[in-house]
């Protein structure tokens, strides 16, 4: 049986790999029900999860540097959240997409403002990704 035969298991896939390890971080890196909730939503799932400074991000990529294109996920004080594109120039009126009171909430806004032809992530570089519209 030669490698393409070979079936292949969550370790080998990048982006299952990268969700095993956010759901696996202790609670005081990343609030773990809106990890959760992320996970549970099949849009999000087939995107690779980065966690920065207490938000959950997302990249159509899995090599760095990540493609930066698409909504993320802040927590604010009282366990609400903020949902950011952070690469749009500031002043364009589309940084904020919202806030939400539940991390359910606040991943109904993501999936809700993806692009369209936003995944499966890919295990490349972000160069390799066509432009989102």
């Given at each position: 049986m030669d490698d393409s035969d070979t079936p292949q298991t969550a370790s080998d896939d990048p982006v299952d790999a990268k969700w095993q390890l956010v759901r696996e971080m202790h609670e005081n890196l990343i609030d773990k029900p809106l990890v959760e909730a992320a996970y549970a939503a099949p849009a999000l799932r087939r995107l690779f999860p980065l966690v920065s400074h207490g938000?959950?991000?997302?990249?159509?990529?899995?090599?760095?540097?990540?493609?930066?294109?698409?909504?993320?996920?802040?927590?604010?004080?009282?366990?609400?959240?903020?949902?950011?594109?952070?690469?749009?120039?500031?002043?364009?009126?589309?940084?904020?997409?919202?806030?939400?009171?539940?991390?359910?909430?606040?991943?109904?806004?993501?999936?809700?403002?993806?692009?369209?032809?936003?995944?499966p992530a890919v295990d490349a570089t972000p160069d390799v990704l066509d432009p989102l519209r």
């Open positions: 938000s959950l991000q997302f990249s159509r990529c899995t090599r760095f540097p990540w493609s930066g294109d698409l909504p993320s996920i802040f927590p604010l004080i009282g366990e609400r959240f903020r949902v950011l594109r952070l690469h749009e120039p500031r002043g364009s009126g589309r940084e904020e997409v919202g806030e939400a009171d539940t991390a359910d909430e606040a991943v109904a806004l993501v999936v809700a403002h993806l692009p369209a032809g936003c995944g």
